[in-house]
């Protein structure tokens, strides 16, 4: 796998035969849908999912049987109700090869925050690779499942065709490696712009000026052993790597040796 796993926030729905029957899943695509209102946070549908719905709730009549595997909130929160490895009930006669993604939305076209946004390339990226899918083709619609007469869900993705092919080209370069996360831009936002993929002559690099003397370690971490010396206040190096941990990131340097990444002791600067 070439794509970090999304910062994802647990909200386990519990096992109940409205939403999360336990079935087995080995999924095949990657179904995106939109909660159904714009500017309702995805906390809302989290809770109408695992709080309503898994408890036995009637309309007109009848239960609902309704749930997702994620639900995007628009400040870009991945929140998890279903493991991924049992269906969902969310796309339909797709439920049985697919992963649900459940997507909040906002304005009046029921466009993308730029965080939602951003969450929502790196989520499917990740499942796409995870997996070995193509996102050009294996990233689909609830609607190209049920037809735009039965339900044009997502709405947005589905009245704006080409803003569709972006997000899944985006979703495909980010599993290729041509782009990171931090490149993502927002397609959907009414400004015009969309992801560049960097070239030579564009790409910069990203550097570290030491503000503070800090120790250099020859492995990712604080323990007095991996120290080898010293880069003092005023000193610049090439990063070539972040280094996420548990506590304080750290940074590899161009050099194959490690420092922190603490904002107290070094900034960071590119050229």
């Known amino acids: 796998m070439t794509i970090s796993?999304?910062?994802?926030?647990?909200?386990?729905?519990?096992?109940?035969?409205?939403?999360?029957?336990?079935?087995p899943l080995d999924y095949t695509k990657v179904a995106i849908h939109y909660t159904?209102?714009?500017?309702?946070?995805?906390?809302?549908?989290?809770?109408?999912?695992?709080?309503?719905?898994?408890?036995?709730?009637?309309?007109n009549g009848?239960?609902?049987?309704?749930?997702?595997h994620f639900v995007i909130d628009l400040?870009?929160?991945?929140?998890?109700?279903?493991p991924i490895d049992e269906r969902c009930y969310c796309t339909n006669s797709a439920n049985a090869y697919a992963i649900g993604v459940e997507v909040a939305t906002t304005g009046k076209d029921n466009h993308y925050t730029d965080a939602t946004y951003k969450a929502m390339v790196h989520l499917c990226a990740w499942l796409c690779d995870r997996k070995g899918l193509n996102p050009k083709k294996d990233i689909i619609r609830h609607t190209d499942v049920v037809g735009r007469a039965y339900k044009l869900c997502p709405i947005y993705m589905v009245l704006n065709p080409k803003k569709y092919e972006q997000f899944r080209l985006d979703c495909y370069n980010l599993k290729a490696g041509k782009i990171k996360v931090s490149d993502i831009i927002?397609?959907?936002?009414?400004?015009?712009?969309v992801t560049v993929v960097?070239?030579?002559?564009?790409?910069?690099?990203?550097?570290v000026r030491i503000l503070k003397d800090v120790n250099i370690h020859n492995k990712a971490?604080?323990?007095?052993?991996?120290?080898?010396?010293?880069?003092?206040?005023?000193?610049?190096?090439?990063?070539?790597?972040?280094?996420?941990r548990s506590g304080t990131d750290m940074y590899k340097l161009k050099s194959g040796v490690y420092i922190t990444a603490s904002p107290k002791y070094v900034e960071v600067f590119e050229k």
């Open 5 to 23: 796993k999304p910062k994802i926030t647990e909200k386990w729905q519990k096992k109940n035969k409205y939403g999360r029957p336990g079935t």
């Open 36 to 59: 159904g209102e714009a500017d309702i946070k995805g906390s809302a549908t989290v809770n109408y999912f695992n709080n309503v719905v898994a408890n036995g709730c009637i309309v």
């Open 62 to 68: 009848k239960y609902v049987y309704a749930s997702a």
């Open 75 to 82: 400040d870009g929160t991945i929140y998890q109700l279903i």
């Open 186 to 193: 927002n397609c959907t936002n009414g400004k015009g712009k």
């Open 198 to 207: 960097p070239t030579a002559a564009t790409a910069k690099t990203k550097c």
């Open 221 to 244: 971490d604080f323990t007095k052993e991996s120290v080898i010396g010293k880069a003092t206040a005023g000193g610049a190096y090439t990063v070539v790597e972040t280094i996420k």
